[in-house]
Nanobody, 124 residues
């Protein structure tokens, strides 16, 4: 069983930056595809970015391209989400997810393990 724990969320002004972390325990972290999702109040959970086994295999939703950066440290069993130029619409609970199978997928149902989420609030 894999446990995922997110951290790093908080309140930030528009234009600011945050860095989220997701620490994994259990399982073989290096073999998992990792993803970040977010869910705003009243909205469905949406894919933000995913990373395969290497940094060359990353996929971003258009709304965060150029502003968010995903990375992973397999030795630390941690995946990171750097968020710059934050906008009001980035406000959401951000979830880390792990997928046992190959390939970054956009659907939440394709991921097998989930963290509890961390709140990101962007204020004007």
């Amino acid at each position: 069983q894999v446990q995922l724990v997110e951290s790093g969320g908080g309140l930030v002004q528009a234009g600011g930056s945050l860095r989220l972390s997701c620490a994994a325990s259990g399982g073989t972290f290096s073999t998992y595809v990792m993803g970040w999702f977010r869910q705003a109040p009243g909205k469905e959970r949406e894919f933000v970015v995913g990373i395969g086994w290497s940094i060359d295999n990353t996929y971003y939703v258009d709304s965060v391209k150029g502003r968010f950066t995903i990375s992973r440290d397999n030795a630390k069993k941690t995946v990171y989400l750097g968020m710059n130029s934050l906008k009001l619409e980035d406000t959401a609970v951000y979830y880390c997810a792990a997928r046992r199978l190959l390939g970054v997928e956009y659907g939440a149902g394709e991921y097998h393990y989930w963290g509890q989420g961390t709140q990101v609030t962007v204020s004007s």
